[in-house]
């Protein structure tokens, strides 16, 4: 059987009331909250994070194929998934494909993945779906948008869900469209959208799905949905008689925000978190028409909860004020990334593999385990005579330095933007100068649990440089 292997999410630590946004544009709060990337993170980042949650305990070297789906991308013209899967250290003969501009990407990714694995071009399928959308300011949209991250790994063998089936349906209403150039979403007429879109596509693909695998809604545990806002999840359950409180998967709005492309397959990875043996899920996805598809969990279900942390991220957050949340969404002028004094290209290009998947260097003669990779041992000086070896990505503290000439790093409350860099001394031995993300000045400690995190370093000449950073343990 073809399906799910494994999932993984997620959730940017940042979040920022919708009552504080209320306050900024001087209009009425939505209730609740939404995650916020950081300035450092954007769709790419954040589908490495889940993408490492979700290859917890898989070894990344038995992946055949890896999807990246977006509306979001950093780059116009560039494959984001080949970075990502430099990051995730796959391997370099496999097929990497980017899926965007659309809200249906993800589910689209997941049909392709299930399409190579079903006719034997791959035995496993990595699909990661992401999305750091801006919203225009003083907008409805700035208290909706959410940004997040889901992960699935598509295969054969012992699932937790064998997919059942597909159903999709093309419909060209206006929607939300962004065009080149364009630095927020447009759309033309919601109501228009709502009626003769969403509560028409998302409505008519699952009843088409119920009826290709002969099931009946009532057989149905829960159903993970795309809605454009909270009240369209509630039309659409009315429209296919869904009962709410039983068979609606919580649709996260209160918590992080409507996250775009991610989104429905976000509410999937909660439902299978809860999910019991036989159990059948529905996810659904809206974008200029509607993906359907149908997974019925089996006994492995009970094998791997506990073991990703998916939507555990939800309550890992700090609160963000307004003008934080400015400066991270670039709605106002700020010096990061820094492009100062910073390495070229060439040398980011060369040093790919320490850099981006990250491996150190062991020592053959004295054993000592170091970082950056050099011809030349730090400890005894050997040369050429070490090993190269990939480095653990938790750790702690062993010393820090706040850099204010530099800059661009934490921001405390003050408004000096200082650089602060730590040496982690990982749980593998090795030592690591690392800049800092998500963390105030005054919570550093020596011994604090640290971990890393891929993150936007710089840009230099119009390029963005990835690496990692340290951020504490969340």
């Given at each position: ?15 920022i009331?919708?009552a ?6 001087g ?18 980042t ?24 977006t ?10 998934a080949?970075?990502i899967?430099?990051?995730l ?52 949209s ?66 088409q ?34 009962e ?11 918590a992080?925000g409507?996250?775009?492309?991610p ?28 993906d359907?598809f ?32 400015a ?16 390495q ?25 385990l170091q ?28 010393t ?17 933007n ?9 749980e ?6 690392l ?21 936007l ?18």
């Amino acid at each position: 059987m073809v399906g799910i292997l494994s999932y993984g999410a997620y959730i940017p630590m940042w979040r920022i009331e919708r009552a504080t946004l209320a306050n900024a544009s001087g209009g009425s709060s939505m209730g609740g909250e939404r995650s916020v990337a950081s300035w450092d993170e954007d769709s790419l980042t954040m589908a490495v994070e889940a993408g490492l949650d979700c290859l917890k305990d898989t070894d990344p070297k038995e992946i055949d194929g890896l999807f990246f789906a977006t509306v979001s991308s950093p780059f116009e013209e560039k494959q984001v998934a080949a970075t990502i899967a430099s990051a995730l250290d796959l391997r370099k003969d496999m097929y990497t494909c980017d899926v965007t501009t659309s809200l249906r990407a993800g589910t689209s990714a997941i049909k392709a993945a299930f399409d190579a694995v079903k006719t034997g071009s791959a035995k496993r399928v990595l699909v990661t779906v992401a999305d750091c959308r801006s919203a225009m300011p003083r907008s409805t949209s700035e208290q909706i948008f959410g940004d997040g991250a889901a992960a699935f790994l598509i295969g054969e063998g012992e699932v937790i869900a064998e997919i059942e089936g597909f159903t999709y349906l093309s419909n060209a209403v206006p929607g939300t469209w962004k065009r080149e150039g364009d630095s927020f979403p447009l759309e033309f007429q919601s109501k228009l959208d709502r009626g003769y879109g969403l509560l028409k596509d998302v409505p008519e693909a699952v009843r088409q799905l119920t009826e290709k695998c002969k099931v009946e809604v009532k057989d149905i545990s829960k159903s993970a949905l795309h809605a454009p806002d909270p009240r369209g999840y509630i039309d659409i359950a009315r429209s296919l008689r869904i009962e709410p409180k039983t068979q609606l998967q919580d649709s996260l709005f209160a918590a992080i925000g409507i996250t775009g492309t991610p989104h429905c397959l976000l509410l999937l990875v909660s439902a299978l978190e809860t999910a019991k043996t036989n159990e059948k899920i529905i996810c659904s996805s809206w974008g200029e028409g509607s993906d359907a598809f149908l997974i019925t969990t089996t006994k492995e279900i009970e094998q791997i909860k506990g073991k990703h942390k998916g939507t555990g991220y939800i309550s890992s957050k700090r609160m963000l004020p307004y003008g934080r949340f400015a400066d991270f969404k670039r709605i106002r002028e700020t010096d990061w990334p820094d492009t100062r004094i910073r390495q070229s290209v060439i040398k980011y290009w060369r040093n790919e593999k320490w850099e981006q998947p990250l491996y150190g260097m062991r020592c053959n003669k004295c054993g000592t385990l170091q970082y950056p990779v050099a011809r030349c041992c730090m400890m005894c000086g050997e040369k050429d005579n070490h090993e190269e070896v990939k480095l653990a990505k938790k750790g702690k503290v062993f010393t820090y330095c706040h850099d204010y000439l530099m800059g661009c790093g934490m921001l405390p409350a003050d408004g000096i933007n200082p650089c602060t860099r730590v040496i982690v001394t990982l749980e593998d031995g090795c030592r690591m100068w690392l800049e800092m993300s998500d963390c105030y000045l005054d919570e550093l400690a020596i011994d604090m649990p640290m971990e890393l995190t891929f993150r936007l370093f710089h840009q230099k000449e119009g390029f963005r440089f990835y690496n990692w950073r340290a951020r504490p343990t969340r």
